[in-house]
């Protein structure tokens, strides 16, 4: 069954501490992206990675940290340095360009992240 | 960078009516179009996209129409049901094709609610 699994589903964390976000996926895709959403609000790009060991800054990543050492993995760190960290958090992937869609981004469950 | 903005923030139907929910964006370069489906505490699935090669796509009950000339596109849904009830997204990319991979700019979402 093919699909993006995150996990935890819900996540509670004290003021001060880190946590990362799990986010894993079996359709083979090279992209992957991280997005925080905020009640009332679209998605907001935090990173991506187009390829394993390489990944980029998007319009929201202070206070955030990821790594891509698999194909299927893309975990975020939510560090202490994030001022606001209550959210709902996305991840999401894509197959890569010259593959016909390469921009076409399909979705995990998603994260509940709240601090305490 | 790309802007989108998304319009109604909310939209109350009757069962059988129809819904438009329409978007507008401010990157000429846009060239991909994707809609989306968020259910309550759930990812955002893709619904329907459109391509800039193409003035309006159909999918059974779903449509979009695409207008590259005024930068808008437009999201129709005919017959509603009930559970078409959720949150509606449209967002725009200037990377599909070629050798890049497209970064999506959300709109700000359209709470749709389908009465019996």
């Known amino acids: 069954d093919g699909g993006i699994t995150q996990s935890p589903k819900y996540l509670f964390r004290k003021e001060g501490q880190n946590v990362t976000l799990s986010c894993e996926q079996n359709l ?60 709902f958090y996305l991840c999401a992937s894509s197959d890569g360009p010259g593959q016909g869609h390469g921009d076409t981004q399909y979705f995990g469950p998603g994260t509940r992240l709240t601090v305490l | 960078g790309e802007n989108v903005e998304q319009h109604p923030s909310t939209l109350s139907v009757q069962e059988g009516d129809s819904a438009v929910i329409k978007c507008t964006y401010s990157d000429s370069a846009s060239n991909y179009f994707p809609w989306y489906k968020q259910e ?25 129409t695409l207008n590259k000339t005024a930068k808008h596109f437009s999201l129709h849904i005919t017959e509603t049901q009930p559970e078409d009830s959720a949150v509606y997204f449209c967002a725009a990319s200037s990377g599909a094709g070629g050798t890049s991979y497209g970064k999506l700019t959300f709109g700000q979402g359209t709470i749709l609610t389908v009465h019996p």
Do not use: C
């Open chain 1, 28 to 87: 083979n895709h090279d992209a992957m992206y991280w997005y925080r959403q905020d009640p009332g609000q679209g998605l907001r790009l935090i990173y991506y990675s187009q390829i394993v060991n390489d990944f980029q800054k998007g319009d929201i990543a202070e206070g955030y940290s990821v790594s891509r050492e698999k194909k299927e993995s893309f975990p975020l760190t939510v560090t202490s340095a994030q001022k606001n960290p209550t959210a």
């Open chain 2, 40 to 64: 309550l505490g759930k990812g955002p699935q893709l619904i329907i996209d459109i391509r800039s090669n193409v003035g309006e796509k159909k999918d059974q009950r779903i449509a979009v």
